[in-house]
C-alpha cells in the first residue's frame, strides 16, 4: 500500500518571505501523481499543485513551486513570497493506479505579518 | 458551475443511530468520491463511483457503512447504529474523469458529532 509521510506538523514563516513544506512517499508504483492540497480553516480543500511522476521538470503555479526527486520519493513544495492567504492547512497526496487520493497528515502553515 | 455542495453541514447524533449525508457533484463529473477527515488527519478513501456504478467499496470502515449514487447525480453516505468513533468530518468529491490527470473538486463536507 502506498503511503504518504509530512514530517513537518506546523511551519511559521513571515510573510513575504519563502517557505518549503516537505513531503516522502512509499509506492512501488510507476506511474502516479503526487499533489498538494490547501485546505484553509473551516472552507474547502483546494488543488494547489500537480506533479506526474513520468515528468522530470518541476511543475509550477505562479508562486507554488515543487522539488521532485523520484528516486528519492520526495515532493515538496515552495511557497514563495508568502501571503497572509497561504495559512491554511496544506496536505501532500497520492494517486496511482487506483482512484482513490492517499493524504499525508498534513502540515499547519502559519504567516507571521 | 456551482461546485460541489454536501448537505447537511453539521450533523449530531446519537449513539445507535442511524445517519445519511448527501453529496451533489458539479453536474457534468461522472466521478464521485467518499471521504473521511479525523481530527489532525489527512482525508481517508473510502468509496467512489463512476455515474451509477460503485468501482470500489472494500476502503469503507465497515458494513454499517454504505453509500449510493442511484441515478449518476448526487450520492449519499449512510451510516448505520453510529459509534463515538465515527465522529469526523466526510468530504465528498467529484472529477470529469479518472486518472491522476483529472482534479478532485472537493465540497465543504459534512462534520458528524456522535453523543
Known amino acids: 500500500a502506498q503511503t504518504v509521510t509530512q514530517s513537518q506538523p506546523e511551519m511559521s514563516v513571515q510573510e513575504a518571505e519563502t517557505v518549503t513544506l516537505s513531503c516522502t512517499y512509499d509506492?512501488?508504483?510507476?506511474?502516479?501523481?503526487l499533489f498538494w492540497y490547501k485546505q484553509p480553516p473551516s472552507r474547502q480543500m483546494i488543488l494547489v499543485i500537480r506533479?506526474?511522476?513520468?515528468?522530470?521538470q518541476n511543475a509550477t503555479e505562479n508562486r507554488f513551486s515543487v522539488n521532485f526527486q523520484k528516486a528519492a520519493k520526495s515532493f515538496s513544495l515552495k511557497i514563495s513570497d508568502s501571503q497572509l492567504g497561504d495559512a491554511a492547512m496544506y496536505f501532500c497526496a497520492y494517486r496511482g493506479g487506483a482512484d482513490g487520493l492517499t493524504f499525508g497528515k498534513g502540515t499547519h502553515l502559519i504567516i507571521q505579518p | 458551475d456551482t461546485g460541489v455542495s454536501q448537505d447537511p453541514r453539521h450533523k449530531i447524533t446519537k449513539r445507535g443511530q442511524n445517519v445519511t449525508f448527501r453529496c451533489d457533484p458539479i453536474?457534468?463529473?461522472?466521478?464521485l468520491y467518499w471521504y473521511r477527515q479525523t481530527l489532525g488527519q489527512g482525508p481517508e478513501f473510502l468509496t467512489y463511483?463512476?455515474?451509477?456504478?460503485?468501482?470500489?467499496k472494500s476502503r469503507l470502515l465497515s458494513d454499517r457503512f454504505s453509500a449510493e449514487r442511484p441515478k449518476g447525480s448526487f450520492s449519499t453516505l449512510e451510516i448505520q447504529r453510529t459509534e463515538q468513533g465515527d465522529s469526523a468530518m466526510y468530504l465528498c468529491?467529484?472529477?470529469?474523469?479518472?486518472?491522476?490527470?483529472?482534479?478532485?473538486?472537493f465540497g465543504p463536507g459534512t462534520r458528524l458529532t456522535v453523543t
Open positions: 468529491a467529484s472529477s470529469a474523469g479518472g486518472g491522476g490527470s483529472y482534479e478532485q473538486y
Open positions: 453536474s457534468e463529473h461522472n466521478r
Open positions: 463511483f463512476q455515474n451509477e456504478a460503485q468501482l470500489e
Open positions: 509506492t512501488s508504483e510507476s506511474d502516479y501523481y
Open positions: 506533479q506526474e511522476a513520468y515528468k522530470q
